[in-house]
Protein backbone atom coordinates (compact mmCIF):
# COMPACT_ATOMS: atom_id res chain seq x y z
CA UNK A 1 0.00 0.00 0.00
CA UNK A 2 1.09 3.75 -0.80
CA UNK A 3 1.84 5.85 2.37
CA UNK A 4 -1.32 7.21 4.02
CA UNK A 5 -1.98 10.52 4.42
CA UNK A 6 -4.33 9.60 7.72
CA UNK A 7 -3.19 10.54 10.99
CA UNK A 8 -6.30 8.51 12.37
CA UNK A 9 -5.42 5.08 11.13
CA UNK A 10 -8.54 3.77 12.04
CA UNK A 11 -9.83 2.69 8.34
CA UNK A 12 -6.68 1.17 7.65
CA UNK A 13 -5.95 -1.04 10.51
CA UNK A 14 -9.48 -2.24 9.83
CA UNK A 15 -9.15 -3.47 6.33
CA UNK A 16 -9.96 -7.13 5.80
CA UNK A 17 -6.19 -8.50 5.42
CA UNK A 18 -4.98 -8.57 2.16
CA UNK A 19 -5.12 -11.97 0.87
CA UNK A 20 -8.96 -11.41 1.33
CA UNK A 21 -8.74 -8.40 -1.07
CA UNK A 22 -10.33 -9.53 -4.86
CA UNK A 23 -7.54 -9.40 -7.27
CA UNK A 24 -7.89 -5.46 -8.68
CA UNK A 25 -7.21 -4.98 -12.34
CA UNK A 26 -6.54 -1.36 -14.04
CA UNK A 27 -6.70 -2.48 -17.31
CA UNK A 28 -7.66 0.85 -19.32
CA UNK A 29 -5.03 3.65 -19.93
CA UNK A 30 -8.01 5.66 -17.88
CA UNK A 31 -7.41 4.13 -14.70
CA UNK A 32 -3.58 4.29 -14.36
CA UNK A 33 -4.22 6.46 -11.23
CA UNK A 34 -1.12 8.18 -9.78
CA UNK A 35 -0.07 7.39 -6.08
CA UNK A 36 -0.59 10.38 -4.76
CA UNK A 37 -4.65 11.75 -5.41
CA UNK A 38 -7.61 13.86 -3.72
CA UNK A 39 -10.35 13.22 -6.46
CA UNK A 40 -11.99 16.40 -5.30
CA UNK A 41 -9.72 18.60 -7.13
CA UNK A 42 -10.62 16.17 -10.30
CA UNK A 43 -13.89 17.26 -9.76
CA UNK A 44 -13.91 20.32 -9.03
CA UNK A 45 -10.74 21.81 -8.69
CA UNK A 46 -9.58 21.05 -11.97
CA UNK A 47 -12.69 22.91 -13.48
CA UNK A 48 -11.98 26.19 -11.84
CA UNK A 49 -8.38 25.63 -12.77
CA UNK A 50 -9.15 25.53 -16.67
CA UNK A 51 -10.99 28.53 -16.79
CA UNK A 52 -14.60 26.63 -16.24
CA UNK A 53 -15.56 27.81 -12.81
CA UNK A 54 -17.95 30.02 -14.18
CA UNK A 55 -20.17 26.29 -15.58
CA UNK A 56 -23.41 25.66 -13.51
CA UNK A 57 -22.20 22.90 -11.52
CA UNK A 58 -25.58 22.46 -9.13
CA UNK A 59 -29.34 22.92 -10.15
CA UNK A 60 -31.91 22.64 -7.53
CA UNK A 61 -35.07 24.55 -6.60
CA UNK A 62 -33.36 26.70 -3.81
CA UNK A 63 -29.80 28.01 -5.88
CA UNK A 64 -28.13 26.85 -8.72
CA UNK A 65 -24.01 27.02 -8.54
CA UNK A 66 -21.50 27.55 -10.70
CA UNK A 67 -18.07 25.11 -10.14
CA UNK A 68 -16.03 28.11 -8.92
CA UNK A 69 -19.18 28.82 -6.34
CA UNK A 70 -18.96 25.07 -5.50
CA UNK A 71 -15.48 24.73 -5.16
CA UNK A 72 -15.52 27.62 -2.44
CA UNK A 73 -18.37 26.71 -0.55
CA UNK A 74 -16.36 23.00 -0.42
CA UNK A 75 -13.39 24.96 1.06
CA UNK A 76 -15.31 27.35 3.56
CA UNK A 77 -16.91 23.32 5.07
CA UNK A 78 -13.19 21.44 5.26
CA UNK A 79 -12.03 24.73 6.54
CA UNK A 80 -14.87 24.22 9.49
CA UNK A 81 -14.22 20.73 9.76
CA UNK A 82 -10.64 21.08 10.04
CA UNK A 83 -9.96 24.34 11.90
CA UNK A 84 -13.30 24.17 14.20
CA UNK A 85 -14.27 21.49 14.53
CA UNK A 86 -10.29 19.27 14.51
CA UNK A 87 -10.74 16.94 12.16
CA UNK A 88 -7.96 15.08 11.43
CA UNK A 89 -6.93 13.38 7.91
CA UNK A 90 -8.73 9.61 8.17
CA UNK A 91 -11.54 10.75 11.08
CA UNK A 92 -14.75 9.69 9.64
CA UNK A 93 -17.59 12.15 9.14
CA UNK A 94 -21.44 11.35 9.53
CA UNK A 95 -23.54 13.09 6.95
CA UNK A 96 -27.36 13.39 7.12
CA UNK A 97 -28.77 15.33 4.55
CA UNK A 98 -31.84 14.54 2.16
CA UNK A 99 -30.38 15.20 -1.88
CA UNK A 100 -29.11 18.81 -1.85
CA UNK A 101 -26.12 21.75 -2.99
CA UNK A 102 -25.20 21.90 0.35
CA UNK A 103 -25.03 17.69 1.01
CA UNK A 104 -22.52 17.33 -2.23
CA UNK A 105 -20.79 20.50 -0.75
CA UNK A 106 -20.36 18.64 2.67
CA UNK A 107 -19.68 15.23 1.51
CA UNK A 108 -16.77 16.45 -1.10
CA UNK A 109 -15.55 18.89 1.72
CA UNK A 110 -14.76 15.88 4.15
CA UNK A 111 -12.85 14.01 1.32
CA UNK A 112 -10.76 17.09 0.65
CA UNK A 113 -9.48 17.51 3.84
CA UNK A 114 -8.56 14.20 3.74
CA UNK A 115 -11.88 12.57 6.09
CA UNK A 116 -13.98 10.20 5.51
CA UNK A 117 -17.73 10.12 4.60
CA UNK A 118 -20.15 7.96 6.05
CA UNK A 119 -23.33 9.06 4.54
CA UNK A 120 -26.43 7.53 5.81
CA UNK A 121 -30.06 7.66 4.11
CA UNK A 122 -32.27 10.46 5.50
CA UNK A 123 -35.01 8.21 6.41
CA UNK A 124 -32.84 5.99 9.03
CA UNK A 125 -34.10 5.90 12.69
CA UNK A 126 -31.98 6.88 15.65
CA UNK A 127 -31.20 2.91 15.98
CA UNK A 128 -29.95 2.62 12.47
CA UNK A 129 -27.73 5.78 12.29
CA UNK A 130 -26.14 4.60 16.06
CA UNK A 131 -24.87 0.88 14.03
CA UNK A 132 -22.98 3.24 11.45
CA UNK A 133 -21.35 6.10 14.73
CA UNK A 134 -20.26 2.63 16.30
CA UNK A 135 -19.32 0.66 13.61
CA UNK A 136 -17.05 3.47 12.13
CA UNK A 137 -16.53 5.24 15.59
CA UNK A 138 -17.64 8.64 14.36
CA UNK A 139 -17.11 11.72 16.50
CA UNK A 140 -18.25 14.23 13.47
CA UNK A 141 -21.74 14.46 12.41
CA UNK A 142 -22.86 17.20 9.59
CA UNK A 143 -26.97 17.74 9.90
CA UNK A 144 -29.45 19.19 7.55
CA UNK A 145 -31.29 20.71 9.96
CA UNK A 146 -34.55 18.84 8.67
CA UNK A 147 -33.59 15.91 10.30
CA UNK A 148 -32.32 16.78 13.71
CA UNK A 149 -35.18 14.95 15.18
CA UNK A 150 -33.50 11.32 14.69
CA UNK A 151 -30.08 12.89 14.83
CA UNK A 152 -30.69 14.20 18.35
CA UNK A 153 -31.94 10.91 19.29
CA UNK A 154 -28.82 9.37 18.59
CA UNK A 155 -26.75 10.82 20.87
CA UNK A 156 -27.71 9.02 23.75
CA UNK A 157 -27.19 5.56 21.64
CA UNK A 158 -23.78 6.50 20.39
CA UNK A 159 -22.19 8.33 23.33
CA UNK A 160 -18.84 8.42 21.18
CA UNK A 161 -20.72 11.30 18.57
CA UNK A 162 -19.30 14.09 19.78
CA UNK A 163 -20.38 17.05 17.61
CA UNK A 164 -23.27 17.92 15.93
CA UNK A 165 -23.00 20.85 13.39
CA UNK A 166 -26.54 21.62 11.50
CA UNK A 167 -27.23 23.32 8.39
CA UNK A 168 -30.20 25.14 7.54
CA UNK A 169 -30.59 26.78 11.07
CA UNK A 170 -29.85 30.24 12.12
CA UNK A 171 -27.08 30.77 14.86
CA UNK A 172 -23.45 31.17 15.40
CA UNK A 173 -23.14 27.59 16.15
CA UNK A 174 -24.83 26.40 12.73
CA UNK A 175 -22.47 25.53 9.29
CA UNK A 176 -23.01 28.72 7.65
CA UNK A 177 -22.30 31.29 10.37
CA UNK A 178 -18.94 28.85 10.63
CA UNK A 179 -18.40 28.60 6.77
CA UNK A 180 -18.63 32.48 6.46
CA UNK A 181 -15.76 33.24 8.95
CA UNK A 182 -13.00 35.47 6.79
CA UNK A 183 -10.08 33.31 5.25
CA UNK A 184 -12.21 30.18 4.84
CA UNK A 185 -12.25 30.46 1.34
CA UNK A 186 -9.19 28.59 0.47
CA UNK A 187 -7.88 25.42 1.47
CA UNK A 188 -5.25 23.11 -0.29
CA UNK A 189 -6.25 19.35 -0.86
CA UNK A 190 -5.08 16.99 1.49
CA UNK A 191 -2.22 15.32 -0.18
CA UNK A 192 -3.99 11.71 0.14
CA UNK A 193 -2.91 8.44 -1.33
CA UNK A 194 -4.84 7.07 -3.97
CA UNK A 195 -5.71 3.90 -2.09
CA UNK A 196 -5.91 5.97 1.29
CA UNK A 197 -10.20 5.29 2.58
CA UNK A 198 -12.49 8.27 1.86
CA UNK A 199 -16.23 6.92 1.68
CA UNK A 200 -17.70 4.20 3.94
CA UNK A 201 -20.84 3.12 2.30
CA UNK A 202 -22.90 0.57 4.24
CA UNK A 203 -25.35 -1.99 2.76
CA UNK A 204 -28.82 -1.76 3.35
CA UNK A 205 -28.85 -5.31 5.38
CA UNK A 206 -31.27 -6.94 3.92
CA UNK A 207 -29.31 -9.81 4.65
CA UNK A 208 -28.61 -9.63 7.53
CA UNK A 209 -26.40 -6.58 9.74
CA UNK A 210 -25.29 -3.44 7.62
CA UNK A 211 -22.05 -4.57 5.94
CA UNK A 212 -19.57 -1.47 6.38
CA UNK A 213 -17.65 -1.30 2.45
CA UNK A 214 -14.35 1.01 2.27
CA UNK A 215 -13.73 2.76 -0.92
CA UNK A 216 -10.62 4.37 -2.27
CA UNK A 217 -9.66 8.30 -3.54
CA UNK A 218 -9.15 6.64 -6.85
CA UNK A 219 -12.53 4.27 -6.47
CA UNK A 220 -14.30 7.62 -6.80
CA UNK A 221 -12.35 8.02 -10.27
CA UNK A 222 -12.69 4.77 -11.21
CA UNK A 223 -16.96 4.42 -11.55
CA UNK A 224 -16.87 7.49 -13.39
CA UNK A 225 -13.81 6.62 -15.72
CA UNK A 226 -14.97 2.98 -16.82
CA UNK A 227 -19.13 2.66 -16.83
CA UNK A 228 -19.80 6.57 -17.06
CA UNK A 229 -17.41 6.90 -20.29
CA UNK A 230 -17.91 3.70 -21.80
CA UNK A 231 -21.49 3.04 -21.13
CA UNK A 232 -23.43 5.78 -20.84
CA UNK A 233 -21.11 8.23 -22.68
CA UNK A 234 -22.74 11.49 -21.48
CA UNK A 235 -21.51 15.24 -22.87
CA UNK A 236 -20.40 18.36 -20.51
CA UNK A 237 -23.67 19.62 -21.59
CA UNK A 238 -25.79 17.23 -19.78
CA UNK A 239 -28.42 17.57 -16.86
CA UNK A 240 -28.43 14.73 -14.43
CA UNK A 241 -31.20 13.91 -12.52
CA UNK A 242 -32.50 11.34 -10.21
CA UNK A 243 -34.29 9.47 -7.41
CA UNK A 244 -31.71 7.93 -5.56
CA UNK A 245 -30.51 9.30 -2.40
CA UNK A 246 -26.42 10.44 -2.22
CA UNK A 247 -26.16 8.27 0.69
CA UNK A 248 -26.70 5.32 -2.01
CA UNK A 249 -23.60 4.83 -4.14
CA UNK A 250 -25.86 4.75 -7.33
CA UNK A 251 -27.11 7.85 -6.53
CA UNK A 252 -23.74 9.34 -5.56
CA UNK A 253 -22.07 7.99 -9.30
CA UNK A 254 -25.70 9.66 -11.04
CA UNK A 255 -25.65 12.66 -8.87
CA UNK A 256 -21.83 13.54 -8.34
CA UNK A 257 -19.31 11.49 -9.55
CA UNK A 258 -20.27 11.46 -13.70
CA UNK A 259 -21.32 14.76 -14.03
CA UNK A 260 -18.25 16.34 -12.17
CA UNK A 261 -15.61 14.21 -13.99
CA UNK A 262 -16.42 15.44 -17.25
CA UNK A 263 -17.85 19.19 -16.36
CA UNK A 264 -21.53 18.57 -16.48
CA UNK A 265 -24.46 19.81 -14.34
CA UNK A 266 -26.80 17.94 -11.90
CA UNK A 267 -29.79 18.72 -10.64
CA UNK A 268 -30.54 18.27 -7.15
CA UNK A 269 -34.40 17.49 -5.67
CA UNK A 270 -34.57 16.34 -1.72
CA UNK A 271 -37.21 13.78 -2.74
CA UNK A 272 -37.98 12.56 -6.12
CA UNK A 273 -40.87 9.86 -6.47
CA UNK A 274 -42.39 9.24 -9.88
CA UNK A 275 -44.97 12.45 -9.72
CA UNK A 276 -42.11 14.69 -8.59
CA UNK A 277 -39.33 13.29 -11.12
CA UNK A 278 -41.47 13.32 -14.06
CA UNK A 279 -42.23 16.92 -13.88
CA UNK A 280 -38.49 18.06 -12.95
CA UNK A 281 -37.41 16.45 -15.97
CA UNK A 282 -39.53 18.73 -17.87
CA UNK A 283 -38.37 22.18 -15.77
CA UNK A 284 -35.09 21.66 -15.59
CA UNK A 285 -34.36 20.24 -19.19
CA UNK A 286 -32.71 16.90 -17.77
CA UNK A 287 -30.89 15.00 -20.22
CA UNK A 288 -30.07 12.02 -18.27
CA UNK A 289 -32.50 10.58 -15.31
CA UNK A 290 -31.34 7.54 -13.22
CA UNK A 291 -33.73 5.39 -11.46
CA UNK A 292 -35.86 2.22 -10.40
CA UNK A 293 -37.64 0.02 -12.91
CA UNK A 294 -40.59 0.71 -10.25
CA UNK A 295 -40.19 4.56 -11.10
CA UNK A 296 -40.33 4.03 -14.77
CA UNK A 297 -43.30 1.99 -14.73
CA UNK A 298 -44.86 4.57 -12.59
CA UNK A 299 -44.18 7.85 -14.49
CA UNK A 300 -45.54 6.43 -18.14
CA UNK A 301 -48.91 6.46 -17.38
CA UNK A 302 -48.54 10.53 -17.13
CA UNK A 303 -45.92 11.30 -19.75
CA UNK A 304 -48.53 12.94 -21.89
CA UNK A 305 -48.63 15.25 -18.82
CA UNK A 306 -44.91 16.76 -19.00
CA UNK A 307 -42.59 17.49 -22.17
CA UNK A 308 -39.34 15.39 -21.94
CA UNK A 309 -38.30 15.94 -25.19
CA UNK A 310 -34.82 16.92 -23.27
CA UNK A 311 -34.14 13.45 -22.16
CA UNK A 312 -31.19 11.24 -23.69
CA UNK A 313 -30.07 8.90 -21.52
CA UNK A 314 -32.21 6.80 -19.20
CA UNK A 315 -30.36 4.04 -16.41
CA UNK A 316 -32.30 1.66 -14.37
CA UNK A 317 -30.25 -0.05 -11.59
CA UNK A 318 -31.22 -1.70 -8.10
CA UNK A 319 -32.93 -4.10 -8.77
CA UNK A 320 -33.78 -6.52 -12.15
CA UNK A 321 -35.11 -4.28 -15.40
CA UNK A 322 -38.46 -6.20 -16.46
CA UNK A 323 -38.30 -6.63 -20.21
CA UNK A 324 -41.79 -5.68 -20.41
CA UNK A 325 -40.43 -2.09 -18.48
CA UNK A 326 -38.43 -2.04 -21.25
CA UNK A 327 -40.15 -2.29 -24.42
CA UNK A 328 -42.96 -0.30 -22.80
CA UNK A 329 -40.60 2.48 -21.89
CA UNK A 330 -39.11 2.50 -24.93
CA UNK A 331 -42.40 2.37 -26.87
CA UNK A 332 -44.20 5.20 -25.57
CA UNK A 333 -40.68 7.18 -25.16
CA UNK A 334 -38.30 6.44 -28.26
CA UNK A 335 -35.43 5.90 -25.30
CA UNK A 336 -33.99 2.35 -24.71
CA UNK A 337 -33.47 1.94 -21.02
CA UNK A 338 -29.59 1.23 -20.03
CA UNK A 339 -29.85 -1.60 -17.66
CA UNK A 340 -27.14 -2.32 -15.10
CA UNK A 341 -26.03 -4.02 -12.11
CA UNK A 342 -23.70 -3.22 -9.60
CA UNK A 343 -23.17 -3.44 -5.57
CA UNK A 344 -22.35 -0.77 -2.78
CA UNK A 345 -19.46 -3.35 -2.15
CA UNK A 346 -18.29 -2.01 -5.82
CA UNK A 347 -19.31 1.04 -5.92
CA UNK A 348 -21.83 1.45 -9.35
CA UNK A 349 -22.59 -0.68 -12.19
CA UNK A 350 -20.23 -3.03 -13.62
CA UNK A 351 -22.30 -4.85 -16.12
CA UNK A 352 -24.09 -3.06 -18.73
CA UNK A 353 -24.06 -2.53 -22.62
CA UNK A 354 -24.39 1.15 -23.98
CA UNK A 355 -27.30 2.05 -26.13
CA UNK A 356 -26.47 0.90 -29.51
CA UNK A 357 -25.56 -2.74 -27.93
CA UNK A 358 -28.70 -3.37 -25.68
CA UNK A 359 -30.25 -6.55 -26.28
CA UNK A 360 -33.57 -6.63 -24.32
CA UNK A 361 -34.28 -8.25 -21.41
CA UNK A 362 -29.79 -8.67 -21.26
CA UNK A 363 -28.23 -6.47 -18.17
CA UNK A 364 -25.83 -6.24 -20.36
CA UNK A 365 -21.93 -7.18 -20.82
CA UNK A 366 -19.23 -6.59 -18.72
CA UNK A 367 -17.96 -2.85 -18.31
CA UNK A 368 -15.05 -2.03 -20.00
CA UNK A 369 -12.35 -2.67 -17.06
CA UNK A 370 -13.94 -5.22 -15.62
CA UNK A 371 -14.04 -9.10 -15.87
CA UNK A 372 -17.06 -10.97 -14.60
CA UNK A 373 -18.12 -14.83 -15.28
CA UNK A 374 -21.00 -17.21 -14.39
CA UNK A 375 -19.34 -19.86 -11.86
CA UNK A 376 -20.76 -22.73 -10.12
CA UNK A 377 -21.22 -23.92 -6.41
CA UNK A 378 -17.44 -24.69 -6.52
CA UNK A 379 -16.12 -21.44 -8.08
CA UNK A 380 -15.28 -23.00 -10.94
CA UNK A 381 -16.25 -21.19 -14.65
CA UNK A 382 -19.16 -22.89 -15.94
CA UNK A 383 -20.00 -22.86 -20.40
CA UNK A 384 -22.09 -20.35 -21.71
CA UNK A 385 -25.60 -20.93 -21.17
CA UNK A 386 -25.02 -22.50 -17.50
CA UNK A 387 -27.06 -20.71 -14.69
CA UNK A 388 -24.57 -19.98 -12.04
CA UNK A 389 -23.47 -17.28 -9.48
CA UNK A 390 -21.90 -14.52 -10.72
CA UNK A 391 -18.58 -13.23 -10.33
CA UNK A 392 -16.28 -10.10 -11.10
CA UNK A 393 -13.15 -8.25 -10.95
CA UNK A 394 -12.00 -4.90 -11.85
CA UNK A 395 -10.59 -1.45 -10.52
CA UNK A 396 -13.09 -1.67 -7.85
CA UNK A 397 -13.77 -4.38 -5.16
CA UNK A 398 -15.10 -5.22 -1.81
CA UNK A 399 -13.23 -4.32 1.36
CA UNK A 400 -15.70 -5.04 4.16
CA UNK A 401 -15.06 -2.44 7.27
CA UNK A 402 -13.97 -5.12 10.22
CA UNK A 403 -16.24 -7.77 9.01
CA UNK A 404 -15.84 -11.86 8.86
CA UNK A 405 -18.43 -11.83 5.73
CA UNK A 406 -15.74 -10.32 3.58
CA UNK A 407 -14.62 -14.01 3.10
CA UNK A 408 -18.16 -14.81 1.92
CA UNK A 409 -18.09 -12.15 -0.69
CA UNK A 410 -14.26 -12.38 -1.59
CA UNK A 411 -13.55 -15.94 -3.16
CA UNK A 412 -10.37 -16.82 -5.27
CA UNK A 413 -9.59 -12.70 -6.12
CA UNK A 414 -13.28 -12.69 -7.12
CA UNK A 415 -16.19 -10.94 -6.14
CA UNK A 416 -19.13 -13.32 -5.88
CA UNK A 417 -22.37 -10.75 -5.74
CA UNK A 418 -24.89 -13.35 -4.53
CA UNK A 419 -26.75 -12.94 -7.87
CA UNK A 420 -27.69 -15.47 -10.01
CA UNK A 421 -27.17 -15.43 -13.62
CA UNK A 422 -26.89 -16.74 -17.00
CA UNK A 423 -23.63 -15.99 -20.30
CA UNK A 424 -24.53 -16.32 -23.37
CA UNK A 425 -22.24 -16.91 -25.86
CA UNK A 426 -22.10 -13.85 -26.93
CA UNK A 427 -20.93 -12.78 -23.67
CA UNK A 428 -24.59 -11.10 -22.23
CA UNK A 429 -25.41 -11.71 -19.05
CA UNK A 430 -28.92 -12.98 -17.93
CA UNK A 431 -29.92 -12.12 -14.74
CA UNK A 432 -32.03 -14.81 -12.99
CA UNK A 433 -32.27 -14.30 -9.39
CA UNK A 434 -30.50 -12.70 -6.34
CA UNK A 435 -29.19 -16.15 -5.13
CA UNK A 436 -31.71 -16.23 -2.35
CA UNK A 437 -34.39 -15.35 -4.71
CA UNK A 438 -34.55 -19.09 -6.48
CA UNK A 439 -37.61 -20.81 -5.27
CA UNK A 440 -37.01 -24.53 -5.46
CA UNK A 441 -40.48 -26.59 -6.19
CA UNK A 442 -41.01 -30.29 -6.64
CA UNK A 443 -37.16 -30.22 -8.14
CA UNK A 444 -37.64 -27.37 -10.28
CA UNK A 445 -35.70 -24.18 -9.83
CA UNK A 446 -37.64 -21.30 -10.58
CA UNK A 447 -36.38 -17.64 -10.59
CA UNK A 448 -38.81 -15.54 -8.64
CA UNK A 449 -37.94 -12.09 -10.84
CA UNK A 450 -38.74 -13.87 -13.67
CA UNK A 451 -42.22 -15.04 -12.69
CA UNK A 452 -42.51 -11.39 -11.70
CA UNK A 453 -41.09 -10.12 -14.87
CA UNK A 454 -44.49 -12.40 -16.66
CA UNK A 455 -46.96 -10.76 -14.82
CA UNK A 456 -45.99 -6.99 -14.94
CA UNK A 457 -46.55 -7.84 -18.96
CA UNK A 458 -50.37 -8.13 -18.26
CA UNK A 459 -52.16 -5.28 -18.48
CA UNK A 460 -53.99 -5.55 -14.98
CA UNK A 461 -50.55 -5.81 -13.02
CA UNK A 462 -49.02 -2.76 -11.69
CA UNK A 463 -46.22 -4.02 -9.65
CA UNK A 464 -45.48 -7.41 -8.05
CA UNK A 465 -43.04 -9.26 -6.13
CA UNK A 466 -42.88 -13.17 -5.80
CA UNK A 467 -41.34 -15.65 -3.24
CA UNK A 468 -41.24 -18.56 -2.32
CA UNK A 469 -43.77 -20.31 -0.13
CA UNK A 470 -43.79 -23.24 2.06
CA UNK A 471 -46.08 -26.18 0.84
CA UNK A 472 -45.94 -29.78 2.14
CA UNK A 473 -46.37 -31.35 -0.98
CA UNK A 474 -44.15 -29.26 -3.49
CA UNK A 475 -41.60 -28.13 -0.20
CA UNK A 476 -42.14 -24.61 -1.66
CA UNK A 477 -44.42 -23.43 -4.05
CA UNK A 478 -44.06 -19.29 -6.37
CA UNK A 479 -46.72 -17.09 -4.55
CA UNK A 480 -47.08 -13.41 -6.09
CA UNK A 481 -48.09 -10.35 -4.20
CA UNK A 482 -50.18 -8.23 -6.87
CA UNK A 483 -50.71 -4.82 -6.88
CA UNK A 484 -53.58 -4.18 -9.53
CA UNK A 485 -54.08 -1.15 -11.73
CA UNK A 486 -57.42 0.93 -10.89
CA UNK A 487 -60.11 -0.82 -12.72
CA UNK A 488 -59.90 -4.26 -11.77
CA UNK A 489 -60.70 -6.69 -9.48
CA UNK A 490 -58.44 -8.72 -7.37
CA UNK A 491 -61.20 -11.83 -7.32
CA UNK A 492 -60.70 -15.58 -8.18
CA UNK A 493 -61.29 -15.20 -11.37
CA UNK A 494 -57.91 -12.56 -11.89
CA UNK A 495 -56.24 -15.43 -10.10
CA UNK A 496 -56.81 -17.52 -12.97
CA UNK A 497 -56.14 -14.93 -15.60
CA UNK A 498 -52.61 -14.21 -14.07
CA UNK A 499 -51.92 -17.49 -13.72
CA UNK A 500 -52.99 -18.59 -17.40
CA UNK A 501 -51.49 -16.02 -18.74
CA UNK A 502 -47.72 -16.43 -16.79
CA UNK A 503 -48.25 -20.46 -18.25
CA UNK A 504 -48.48 -19.25 -21.71
CA UNK A 505 -45.65 -16.27 -21.24
CA UNK A 506 -43.09 -19.03 -19.44
CA UNK A 507 -42.57 -22.67 -18.80
CA UNK A 508 -46.18 -23.78 -17.18
CA UNK A 509 -44.16 -25.17 -14.33
CA UNK A 510 -43.28 -21.54 -12.91
CA UNK A 511 -47.03 -20.25 -13.03
CA UNK A 512 -47.22 -18.44 -9.51
CA UNK A 513 -49.89 -21.16 -7.49
CA UNK A 514 -50.70 -18.56 -5.02
CA UNK A 515 -51.86 -14.89 -5.43
CA UNK A 516 -52.12 -12.46 -3.00
CA UNK A 517 -53.84 -9.23 -3.87
CA UNK A 518 -52.14 -6.02 -1.85
CA UNK A 519 -52.42 -2.70 -2.46
CA UNK A 520 -48.34 -1.89 -2.06
CA UNK A 521 -45.50 -3.49 -1.76
CA UNK A 522 -42.39 -2.86 0.60
CA UNK A 523 -39.45 -1.11 -0.62
CA UNK A 524 -36.79 0.09 0.33
CA UNK A 525 -35.65 3.89 0.47
CA UNK A 526 -34.39 3.66 -2.85
CA UNK A 527 -37.39 2.17 -4.93
CA UNK A 528 -35.82 -1.54 -4.11
CA UNK A 529 -38.47 -4.02 -3.65
CA UNK A 530 -38.16 -5.85 -0.34
CA UNK A 531 -38.88 -9.45 -1.03
CA UNK A 532 -37.36 -10.57 2.31
CA UNK A 533 -40.25 -8.81 3.42
CA UNK A 534 -42.16 -10.88 1.43
CA UNK A 535 -40.64 -14.06 2.35
CA UNK A 536 -41.62 -12.62 5.91
CA UNK A 537 -45.22 -12.68 5.22
CA UNK A 538 -45.34 -15.41 3.26
CA UNK A 539 -43.93 -17.67 6.14
CA UNK A 540 -46.10 -15.93 8.32
CA UNK A 541 -49.79 -16.67 7.10
CA UNK A 542 -51.23 -19.82 5.43
CA UNK A 543 -50.97 -20.09 2.03
CA UNK A 544 -54.33 -20.57 0.03
CA UNK A 545 -53.84 -22.56 -3.20
CA UNK A 546 -56.20 -22.60 -5.86
CA UNK A 547 -56.39 -25.74 -7.85
CA UNK A 548 -55.25 -25.37 -11.26
Not at 377 to 406: F, I, K, N
Not at 461 to 477: L, N, Q, T, W, Y
Request: charged share 20%; glycine share 8%; proline share 6%.
Amino acid sequence: MIPSAHIDTFTRDNLPPQEQWPDFKFTLPELQYPDRLNCVTEFVDKWVAAGDGGRTAIISPAETLTYAQLAERINRIANVLTRDLGMVPGNRVLMRTPNSAMGIACYLAVMKAGGVMVATMPLLRAKEISYAVTKAQIKIALCDGCLADEMEKTRPLAPQLETIVYWGRDGAGGLEARMAQPGYENFAACDTASDDVCLIAFTSGTTGEPKGTMHFQRDMLASADSYSKYVLQPNRDDRFIGSAPLAFTFGLGGHVLFPFRIGAATIQLASAPPDVLLPAIAKYKATIVFTAPTAYRAMMAKLGEHDISSLRKCVSAGEALPKATFEAWEKATGHKILDGIGATEMMHIFIGSPESEIRAGATGRAVPGYEAKVIDDDGREVAPGTVGRLAVRGPTGCRYLADARQKKYVQNGWNVTGDTYLMDAEGYFWYQARSDDMIISAGYNIAGPEVEAALLAHPAVAECGVVGASDEERGMIVKAFVVLRPGHAGDAAMVRTLQDYVKATIAPYKYPRAVEFVGELPKTQTGKLQRFELRKIAAEQPTRKLAS
